[in-house]
C-alpha cells in the first residue's frame, strides 16, 4: 500500500519474494551459500556420495542425527516436490529426492541449479530467496552487500529464524 505521495506504508502478502539470475548474484553472497552449504557444488552429480557416507559413519558413532549430507541440488528436488517427499518414509524420501536430484541435474544446468535454489528458499520473516531476504534485512539489492551481510545471508539458508538479524 502507498500513500498518495508514491510513500510505501505498508505491505499485505504472504511471502516476498523477487527473483534474480544467476548473473544478479552477488560474488560474495554467491561464494557464502556454496561454502556454506555444499562446498563441492560444482564436482558432483547432484549427490554427494562421500558426504552422506561421512554422515551415515558420524550418525551411527554418536547414535543421532548429527550431519546433513544434502547437496543444493537435493534441496531444490525436496523443495519441488514437498508434498510427495513428506509422506514417506526416510529412506524411502531420501531415495526419491536423490533420483530426483539426478533429473534435475541433467536438466539444468548448475548455473540454472542454483540460481533456483537462490530464488526458492526459505530465509525467515517471510522472505523466499535472496533479493527479498536481502531488501527485508539490510534495504538494499543482494548486489549491494557487503561481506559482513553477504555472510549473515549466506547462513540464513541453515537456520533462518535463529539466524535472524531481526532476532
Not at 508514491?6 to 544467476?22: M, S, W
Request: charged residues 25%; contains cysteine; positive net charge.
Amino acid at each position: 500500500v502507498y500513500s498518495s505521495s508514491g510513500r510505501l506504508i505498508g505491505e499485505f502478502a504472504t511471502q516476498r519474494r523477487v527473483v534474480v539470475g544467476y548473473d544478479d548474484i552477488n560474488p560474495l553472497l554467491r561464494n557464502g551459500i556454496i561454502a556454506t552449504e555444499d562446498a563441492d557444488f560444482e564436482h558432483h552429480i547432484g549427490i554427494n556420495f562421500k558426504r552422506i557416507f561421512v554422515a551415515a559413519v558420524t550418525d551411527i558413532i554418536k547414535r543421532q542425527r548429527a550431519l546433513g549430507a544434502s547437496t543444493i541440488t537435493q534441496q531444490v528436488a525436496r523443495n519441488i516436490d514437498k508434498f510427495g517427499l513428506t509422506k514417506q518414509k526416510l529412506l524411502e524420501r531420501k531415495v526419491r529426492e536423490w533420483v530426483l536430484a539426478l533429473q534435475i541435474e541433467k536438466r539444468y544446468t548448475k548455473k540454472e541449479i542454483f540460481s533456483i535454489y537462490c530464488n526458492q528458499m526459505y530465509l525467515g520473516h517471510g522472505a523466499y530467496g535472496i533479493e527479498a531476504a536481502s531488501r527485508l534485512y539490510f534495504d538494499k539489492t543482494n548486489k549491494d552487500l557487503t561481506l559482513p551481510e553477504a555472510a549473515l545471508i549466506a547462513g540464513l539458508f541453515q537456520s533462518p529464524e535463529r539466524q535472524s538479524p531481526f532476532v
